[in-house]
């Protein structure tokens, strides 16, 4: 695994590093995930369906997979990002799970990807399944908080769109009150908002 730190600082050692293949993983993932809770909770509606996609795919859940599989012993840093603690960040683990994912997709295809991370997944998911209530969306959490400390309007803003129309990139930032509390990005604009909102959520310290 390659962190973008590590190909800036040593550019004649690797061909590149691993952001592109985060997008693509990215996608699929939603895919896989989306397509297992569909098939294991036959009756859920779309709402809940959503929420436990997120709880499942946000950055903390995917860091802690990353964990699991020992990714975090697997990334090259740079130096800066090393002794910064890089490897313990939970944006840089979850990146690399989806770098992996993304990789996996393109060697072997979205089936046999399917096929080995579902069992890698499984177990999170069924815990997200069987919970009696569906968790709640980091942009739900944030609005509550929001709304409990009377802190200001609530504000999502599209900054940025990049790439063809049919792999676009979506960068939003969430504003409380007139402040800048997180950005996200993903493959669509409700992904973005979500990670902005999880983003936001750890900048105030409002309980995960």
Same mark, same amino acid.
């Not at 997709?105 to 990807?113: A, I, M």
């Not at 409990?148 to 979506?170: D, I």
């Given at each position: 695994?390659?962190? %973008?730190?590590?190909?800036?600082e ?5 061909a ?18 989306s397509?297992?809770l569909?098939?294991s ?8 369906? #959503?929420?436990?996609?997120a709880a499942?795919?946000?950055?903390d ?6 964990r699991?599989?020992?990714l ?15 490897a313990?960040?939970?944006s ?7 770098a992996?994912v993304?990789?996996?997709?393109? %060697? ?22 069987a ?8 942009? %739900? ?19 940025a ?9 979506f ?5 409380v ?5 997180? #950005?996200?990005?993903? #493959?669509s ?14 900048a ?5």
């Amino acid at each position: 695994m390659t962190h %973008s730190s590590y190909a800036n600082e040593n550019p004649s050692r690797v061909a590149g590093h691993n952001e592109r293949l985060e997008f693509l993983g990215d996608a699929v993932l939603g895919v896989i995930v989306s397509d297992y809770l569909f098939r294991s909770l036959p009756d859920q509606d779309e709402g809940g369906l #959503t929420a436990r996609r997120a709880a499942l795919v946000n950055r903390d859940s995917l860091a802690e997979l990353a964990r699991d599989i020992a990714l975090d012993r697997a990334i090259l840093l740079g130096r800066g990002e090393s002794e910064g603690g890089g490897a313990t960040r939970p944006s840089l683990l979850a990146g690399a799970f989806e770098a992996v994912v993304g990789a996996l997709y393109l %060697s072997d295809g979205l089936e046999e990807t399917a096929r080995v991370m579902t069992p890698i997944l499984r177990e999170r998911a069924e815990e997200i399944a069987a919970s009696a209530e569906a968790p709640k969306s980091a942009k %739900s959490r944030l609005q509550e908080w929001t709304q409990r400390g009377h802190h200001g309007k609530l504000v999502y803003e599209l900054r940025a769109v990049s790439g063809p129309a049919h792999e676009q990139a979506f960068t939003v930032a969430v504003l409380v009150g007139g402040r800048e509390l997180g #950005t996200g990005e993903g #493959t669509s604009r409700q992904r973005a908002e979500e990670q902005a909102a999880s983003a936001a959520l750890s900048a105030v310290e409002v309980d995960r």
